[in-house]
Protein backbone atom coordinates (compact mmCIF):
# COMPACT_ATOMS: atom_id res chain seq x y z
CA UNK A 1 0.00 0.00 0.00
CA UNK A 2 2.55 2.22 0.62
CA UNK A 3 4.73 1.83 -2.63
CA UNK A 4 1.10 2.46 -4.29
CA UNK A 5 1.05 6.02 -2.85
CA UNK A 6 4.47 7.18 -3.32
CA UNK A 7 4.15 7.36 -7.25
CA UNK A 8 1.15 9.61 -7.02
CA UNK A 9 2.69 11.52 -4.00
CA UNK A 10 6.33 11.68 -6.04
CA UNK A 11 4.19 12.82 -9.50
CA UNK A 12 1.80 15.29 -7.97
CA UNK A 13 4.75 17.09 -6.14
CA UNK A 14 6.34 17.20 -9.41
CA UNK A 15 3.50 18.61 -11.47
CA UNK A 16 2.69 21.16 -8.65
CA UNK A 17 6.24 22.52 -8.92
CA UNK A 18 5.78 23.76 -12.29
CA UNK A 19 2.55 25.22 -12.01
CA UNK A 20 3.24 28.70 -11.33
CA UNK A 21 -0.77 29.84 -10.80
CA UNK A 22 -0.55 26.99 -8.00
CA UNK A 23 2.40 29.53 -6.11
CA UNK A 24 0.15 32.30 -5.98
CA UNK A 25 -2.07 31.22 -3.44
CA UNK A 26 0.66 29.69 -1.37
CA UNK A 27 0.58 32.36 1.59
CA UNK A 28 4.40 31.49 2.70
CA UNK A 29 5.99 31.55 -0.88
CA UNK A 30 7.98 35.17 -1.58
CA UNK A 31 7.23 36.97 -4.82
CA UNK A 32 9.94 39.63 -6.00
CA UNK A 33 9.19 42.95 -7.21
CA UNK A 34 9.35 43.53 -10.78
CA UNK A 35 10.64 46.47 -12.74
CA UNK A 36 10.65 46.67 -16.30
CA UNK A 37 11.65 49.97 -18.19
CA UNK A 38 13.75 53.14 -16.99
CA UNK A 39 13.82 53.81 -13.16
CA UNK A 40 12.20 57.14 -13.34
CA UNK A 41 12.33 59.17 -9.85
CA UNK A 42 11.14 62.73 -9.17
CA UNK A 43 14.46 63.78 -8.59
CA UNK A 44 15.85 62.91 -11.60
CA UNK A 45 12.86 64.89 -13.39
CA UNK A 46 13.67 67.95 -11.25
CA UNK A 47 17.11 68.04 -12.80
CA UNK A 48 15.97 69.03 -16.15
CA UNK A 49 16.27 72.79 -17.33
CA UNK A 50 15.04 73.68 -20.71
CA UNK A 51 17.64 74.25 -23.45
CA UNK A 52 19.39 71.30 -22.04
CA UNK A 53 21.40 69.10 -24.86
CA UNK A 54 20.72 65.17 -25.40
CA UNK A 55 23.76 64.39 -23.52
CA UNK A 56 23.05 66.29 -20.29
CA UNK A 57 19.51 64.82 -20.45
CA UNK A 58 21.07 61.32 -20.95
CA UNK A 59 23.06 62.09 -18.06
CA UNK A 60 20.35 62.82 -16.07
CA UNK A 61 17.80 60.15 -17.27
CA UNK A 62 19.94 57.60 -18.57
CA UNK A 63 19.14 55.62 -22.58
CA UNK A 64 15.58 56.16 -22.91
CA UNK A 65 13.66 52.77 -23.83
CA UNK A 66 12.26 54.09 -27.08
CA UNK A 67 13.85 56.67 -29.33
CA UNK A 68 11.19 56.21 -31.75
CA UNK A 69 12.34 56.47 -35.85
CA UNK A 70 9.27 58.57 -37.30
CA UNK A 71 9.95 61.39 -34.21
CA UNK A 72 13.75 62.19 -33.89
CA UNK A 73 12.90 64.44 -31.27
CA UNK A 74 10.91 62.29 -28.37
CA UNK A 75 12.46 60.01 -26.44
CA UNK A 76 10.10 57.57 -24.15
CA UNK A 77 11.01 56.94 -20.83
CA UNK A 78 8.77 53.83 -19.60
CA UNK A 79 8.39 52.15 -16.18
CA UNK A 80 6.34 49.18 -15.46
CA UNK A 81 6.06 48.23 -11.65
CA UNK A 82 4.86 44.79 -10.43
CA UNK A 83 4.39 44.58 -6.71
CA UNK A 84 5.45 41.15 -6.01
CA UNK A 85 2.40 41.04 -2.88
CA UNK A 86 -0.23 40.77 -5.63
CA UNK A 87 -1.23 44.78 -5.45
CA UNK A 88 -2.26 46.02 -8.91
CA UNK A 89 0.55 46.68 -11.47
CA UNK A 90 1.60 50.40 -12.22
CA UNK A 91 3.14 51.77 -15.65
CA UNK A 92 4.42 55.53 -15.87
CA UNK A 93 5.71 57.35 -18.81
CA UNK A 94 7.63 60.25 -19.81
CA UNK A 95 8.16 61.70 -22.89
CA UNK A 96 11.12 64.73 -23.58
CA UNK A 97 11.06 66.44 -26.69
CA UNK A 98 13.62 68.40 -28.29
CA UNK A 99 14.01 70.78 -31.09
CA UNK A 100 17.50 71.36 -32.42
CA UNK A 101 19.61 69.33 -29.88
CA UNK A 102 17.98 71.01 -26.90
CA UNK A 103 15.01 70.17 -24.48
CA UNK A 104 11.96 72.03 -24.94
CA UNK A 105 9.44 69.94 -23.63
CA UNK A 106 8.24 67.18 -21.00
CA UNK A 107 5.35 65.71 -20.56
CA UNK A 108 3.50 62.25 -19.19
CA UNK A 109 2.79 60.91 -15.65
CA UNK A 110 5.63 63.25 -13.98
CA UNK A 111 6.09 66.79 -14.34
CA UNK A 112 8.85 68.49 -13.05
CA UNK A 113 8.80 71.15 -10.50
CA UNK A 114 10.97 73.49 -12.30
CA UNK A 115 10.33 73.77 -15.82
CA UNK A 116 7.46 74.83 -18.11
CA UNK A 117 6.97 74.20 -21.19
CA UNK A 118 8.78 76.62 -23.72
CA UNK A 119 6.79 76.05 -27.19
CA UNK A 120 4.13 73.22 -28.47
CA UNK A 121 5.51 70.67 -30.60
CA UNK A 122 3.53 69.68 -33.87
CA UNK A 123 3.14 66.34 -34.82
CA UNK A 124 3.67 66.16 -38.56
CA UNK A 125 2.26 63.87 -40.82
CA UNK A 126 4.55 62.72 -44.02
CA UNK A 127 3.08 60.92 -46.98
CA UNK A 128 5.31 58.45 -48.16
CA UNK A 129 4.67 57.68 -51.70
CA UNK A 130 3.87 53.96 -53.00
CA UNK A 131 7.50 52.72 -54.56
CA UNK A 132 6.76 50.44 -57.60
CA UNK A 133 8.44 47.89 -57.26
CA UNK A 134 9.69 44.60 -59.98
CA UNK A 135 8.00 41.15 -59.54
CA UNK A 136 9.46 39.02 -56.62
CA UNK A 137 11.61 35.82 -57.20
CA UNK A 138 8.28 33.76 -56.51
CA UNK A 139 6.25 35.89 -59.06
CA UNK A 140 8.45 35.93 -61.66
CA UNK A 141 8.88 32.07 -61.15
CA UNK A 142 5.01 31.54 -61.64
CA UNK A 143 4.84 34.12 -64.11
CA UNK A 144 7.05 31.61 -66.56
CA UNK A 145 4.67 28.68 -66.02
CA UNK A 146 1.71 30.38 -66.80
CA UNK A 147 0.27 30.66 -62.93
CA UNK A 148 -1.60 33.58 -62.10
CA UNK A 149 -1.80 35.67 -59.07
CA UNK A 150 -4.68 35.79 -56.97
Same mark, same amino acid.
Given at each position: ?30 ? #? ?6 ? #? ?89 ? #? ?19
Amino acid at each position: MRKVLVIPVYLAILWLTGCTSISEWIPWVYR #IDIDQGNI #ITQPMINQLQPGMNERQVRFIMGTPLLIDTFHDNRWNYLLREKPGDGAPTTQKKLFLYFKDGALVKVTGDFRPNNIQDLEPIQDTTVIVPK #INREKTLSQKIKSWFGIQET
